[in-house]
């Protein structure tokens, strides 16, 4: 009587082990696709990145976005000058966990006066 219910145990052992295997899998990155962790890590980066432009007295920023993909930021929108653009990728370039910076910021047209 014992041999059918470790049987059964084994059964569910196997099972349970490739549910598991199955789950993790879905978790880990491949090249186009970011792991779970590695999103979290990416989005904090980004969070540390803006607050740190955005302490910066030297940097006024109007329109920007900060985006991290394996720890690859990129910098995009406008800003008032070409000094802030290069200020901006230089604190970025600071920020713990930052590999790279992309930097897309572009100084801002000047208004157009209507007379």
Same mark, same amino acid.
């Given at each position: 009587m014992e041999k059918p219910i470790q049987n059964v145990m084994r059964a569910t052992a196997i099972v349970v082990g490739l549910a598991l295997t199955g789950t993790l899998a879905n978790c880990s990155s491949t090249s186009n696709r970011e792991s779970t962790g590695e999103y979290v890590d990416d989005a904090t980066v980004s969070t540390k990145v803006r607050a740190a432009i955005l302490q910066d007295p030297n940097v006024k920023i109007s329109d920007i976005k900060v985006t991290t993909y394996r %720890?690859?930021? =990129?910098?995009? %929108?406008?800003?008032? +000058? =070409? =000094?802030?653009?290069?200020? !901006?990728?230089? *604190? !970025?370039?600071? *920020?713990? %966990? *930052?590999?790279? *910076?992309? +930097?897309?910021?572009?100084?801002?047209?000047? !208004?157009?006066? +209507?007379?």
């Open positions: %720890g690859v930021t =990129q910098l995009s %929108g406008f800003v008032d +000058n =070409q =000094q802030m653009i290069s200020r !901006a990728e230089e *604190v !970025a370039k600071g *920020v713990s %966990g *930052v590999k790279s *910076v992309k +930097n897309d910021l572009h100084v801002k047209p000047p !208004a157009s006066s +209507n007379r």
